[in-house]
Each structure stands twice: as structure tokens, then as C-alpha cells.
């Protein structure tokens, strides 16, 4: 039996994990007893076991592009096409090469980055690292858990159905490794902590998440707002990007533990950055793409046409603002306070608020420990400083390197240093760095 464990922090980027879907035993946690497992279905969550019709595929003019071996030259930044054809990317070779170094400096075992420009989709990182075994396109998997990151769906389905707000308050015992029977229940006695929904959020509070799900949520409103943030649809781009998947157990335990973020999803890091792009936008998506030109065999070059966002939206302006403001308090006072501030609790990204959501995940049997981190920053619009959306996976071995919060910080830092945003500098970059986050 394979032993999972979800901290209080979770959160993951793309990793082959067929072992996570296959197996026979559901993940158990902190060594509670596993139930039989469902398996991971990639589907329209909400509408039963039909899946959706498959998503239009990237244009023909982008045939073979292969983003896991992108260039970086004196004239930006290339990727491979078919036929002898080369793409121009939108990627910052600058930024794309800090991705890159501080992943390869801390020896990660696997790790990626992704930088969206919320405003106008531009991909300005797309980075892959691997210690070993051939490059893959890490950014477009979705083979990883996603862990608490999906507390952002599950905290848009208690502003939309609940009717619930950042400031909503939920006394809670346990829950911090593992969620039981007991811990769905209001118990003034047991109950010794208190903490707004947007307390919860910051420090991923596991328990408070799923008492309010177990409370003011069912299966459907879940579903529906998962569909909603494009669960079980390849999200639009320039290559294809695996579906993140949902399975809601139709136990009322399982389906708290679900909705709190412990097991039955997973996600790609491109989803999660097109997720905190579109909370960037006030819930309006965008259409991202990485090409913005293509030289043919010939030499003939040709452009290629921004890309249209999408007519509908994810969730209204209003419970955008509601979830952002939960986000925000990641950074603030939770789960990334220590990785976005030095040891004298001066923050690297000065002046720059930061909406952003961590996930922790451990898998015991396979050794293999992903940490997460996606948001956005600033959250609150300072002139002259574009936005910019990103989403960190890395996965650890047993010797663990760093988490996913420390390598988007220093990611956000060559990013703000590059707009000159007043007392944020380029980061040192490590051959090996203590976490402590």
C-alpha cells in the first residue's frame, strides 16, 4: 500500500504519475486506512461519464512544435516546427534561462515554471528541468496531483453557492495531515481554533476547507465549478495540454477530503497558470500562446496572429476579488510567508502584493515529494508594472532541494528586477540553497 501524505501547504507540477492512477488502494494519509480507489477520468466534470467532445487542435501551421527543446539565442528564444520549419517564441530568453538556472542549480529531480502575461497571453517562461532520463514537455502534463492548489475551486464554490467571503469565520480541531469522520463536525468543546476563509486559504488549513464543503457544498457544485475553471478540457494553446482531471467520490468523506485538496485531481502547470491569469483578469480568461512567428525552410517568415480570448468567464468579478484576497494571505502570513521574505522578515518582492496558493503532496512509496505554487502579482495594480501570472511544480526526492514557492519567488524577482520595479533585485543563483520555507 502506498503511503500519501498532504501537508498543510499543496500544490503540483507535471511528472509521469500513471502510479497514482493505476493502483488499487486509494492514497492514505499520514497512515489512515485507505478505501478502494476510483480512478482518475479525464471528463467534463458535472455532465456524468461522458466526456466532452475533444478540443479543436492546435493550428496546422504549428505542426510538430516541440516545446521541450526550446533555444535560446542572441535573437530570442526558438523551438523546433516539422518539416525543417523553426518557431519564434514570445518566451524572454533572460527570464527563461533564470527559470532554468535556478532549477539546475538546486539539482531538482524534476521541476517547471511557467510565466503568462495576463494581459495580452503571451508565455514569457516555459521551462522544463529534469536530472535525468529524455526532456519532456513538463508544462503541458497533467500527471501530478494538484493537491490544495485545488482549494482555489473549491473556494469559488463557496462564494458562488454558500454565499460565504474571505472574512468567513470556522473553528476547527485536526485535520492537518489527514481528514476524519470527526473532523466534519462542529464541536465547541474539540473545537479550539478559529480562522477566517481567507486564513484558511493562506495557511491551507485542510480542515476548515472541508467542513465548509461538507457543509455548504454537494458533488454537483463542485463539478460545476471545477468545469468552470477548465477540469476535463484541454485548455487552449499552442500545443496540446492534457485535461487536468476531477473525480468526486461519492462518499460524503471522501468527497470533504476531495474538495479540501487531498487526492482525486491532478493538474498541469500550464493550467494553473491560465487559472491565475484569469483571476488576474477580474475571472475573464485568456487565450495564451508561446509562437509568434514562424520561419519556414525557405527562410520566408511568417507571423502568426495573436491569439482571442474566450467569450465566457470563469467566475464573475466579484468572486474573483472574494478568492484573490484569500490568495493573498499565502504570501502575507501562510504558507509562503518564508519563502517570499528574508530572515528579517523584509520581503523580496518589495512594494508587490502577491495572490498566490501553495500544495504539498508526498508520495512515500515512490520517494517522490511535489510542492506547488501558482498566483499572481501584483494583486493590487501599481502604474507602470505589468502583471504577470506563474505557476511552479517540483518534485523532490527523498533528499529534498527546495519547494516550488522558492523557485517562482526567484522567478518573480528576475521578472519585477526586469521592469525595475524599485528595491527588487535579480536572485543569487546556488549551486544548493537550505528551503527553509
Not at 492534457?242 to 467520490?249: A, F, I, K, N
Not at 487526492?263 to 480568461?285: D, F, K, V, Y
Request: charged letters at 20%.
Amino acid at each position: 500500500m502506498r503511503s500519501w501524505t498532504v501537508g498543510l501547504a499543496a500544490v503540483g507540477l507535471a511528472v509521469a504519475l500513471a502510479p497514482f492512477a493505476r493502483r488499487n488502494a486509494q492514497p492514505s494519509v499520514a497512515g489512515e486506512t485507505a478505501t478502494p480507489a476510483v480512478s482518475l477520468v479525464s471528463k467534463v466534470p458535472g455532465t456524468g461519464d461522458h466526456p466532452k467532445a475533444p478540443e479543436k487542435p492546435p493550428s496546422a501551421d504549428l505542426a510538430g512544435l516541440d516545446l521541450a527543446h526550446i533555444g535560446l539565442g542572441d535573437d530570442g528564444a526558438t523551438a523546433p516546427l516539422d518539416h525543417g520549419r523553426m518557431a519564434r517564441l514570445t518566451v524572454d530568453p533572460s527570464l527563461q534561462a533564470t527559470a532554468l538556472d535556478v532549477m539546475a542549480s538546486r539539482h531538482i529531480p524534476e521541476a517547471s515554471v511557467v510565466l503568462l502575461d495576463p494581459q495580452s497571453g503571451e508565455v514569457l517562461v516555459y521551462a522544463s528541468h529534469q536530472e535525468t532520463g529524455p526532456l519532456r514537455d513538463l508544462p503541458a502534463e497533467a500527471r501530478a496531483p494538484a493537491a490544495s492548489v485545488f482549494k482555489i475551486i473549491t473556494a469559488s464554490a463557496l462564494v458562488d453557492d454558500a454565499g460565504l467571503g474571505p472574512e468567513t469565520r470556522q473553528c476547527y480541531s485536526g485535520g492537518e495531515e489527514r481528514i476524519l469522520p470527526s473532523d466534519l463536525i462542529d464541536n465547541p468543546a474539540r473545537d479550539r481554533w478559529c480562522v477566517t476563509l481567507g486564513g484558511a486559504m493562506g495557511r491551507s488549513v485542510n480542515a476548515v476547507f472541508a467542513r465548509l464543503a461538507s457543509k455548504h457544498l454537494d458533488a454537483v457544485m463542485l463539478e460545476r465549478a471545477a468545469a468552470h475553471f477548465g477540469f476535463g478540457q484541454s485548455i487552449p494553446f499552442d500545443v496540446r495540454v492534457e485535461p487536468s482531471t476531477l473525480h468526486v467520490p461519492a462518499d460524503g468523506l471522501g468527497f470533504a477530503r476531495t474538495a479540501a485538496g487531498f487526492w482525486n485531481s491532478t493538474l498541469s502547470p500550464m493550467h494553473a497558470a491560465w487559472i491565475s491569469a484569469a483571476l488576474e483578469r477580474g475571472g475573464e480568461p485568456v487565450h495564451p500562446f508561446i509562437v509568434r512567428e514562424i520561419a519556414g525552410s525557405s527562410g520566408a517568415v511568417t507571423e502568426v496572429p495573436p491569439r482571442m480570448g474566450q467569450s465566457s468567464a470563469l467566475v464573475s468579478p466579484t468572486t474573483a476579488a472574494a478568492v484573490t484576497s484569500m490568495m493573498e494571505h499565502t504570501v502575507a502570513e501562510g504558507t509562503s510567508f518564508r519563502a517570499f521574505h528574508d530572515a528579517r522578515r523584509t520581503p523580496f518582492l518589495k512594494g508587490i502584493t502577491v495572490a498566490g496558493k501553495t500544495g504539498t503532496l508526498t508520495d512515500d512509496h515512490a520517494q517522490r515529494y511535489y510542492t506547488w505554487f501558482t498566483g499572481f502579482a501584483p494583486s493590487h495594480p501599481i502604474p507602470g508594472v505589468r502583471p504577470i501570472a506563474v505557476a511552479a511544480l517540483v518534485v523532490n526526492g527523498p533528499s529534498w532541494r527546495v519547494k516550488a514557492n522558492t523557485i517562482a519567488r526567484e522567478v518573480l524577482q528576475a521578472y519585477f528586477a526586469e521592469q525595475k520595479v524599485p528595491g527588487v533585485s535579480r536572485p543569487k543563483i546556488l549551486a544548493k540553497e537550505p528551503t527553509g520555507d
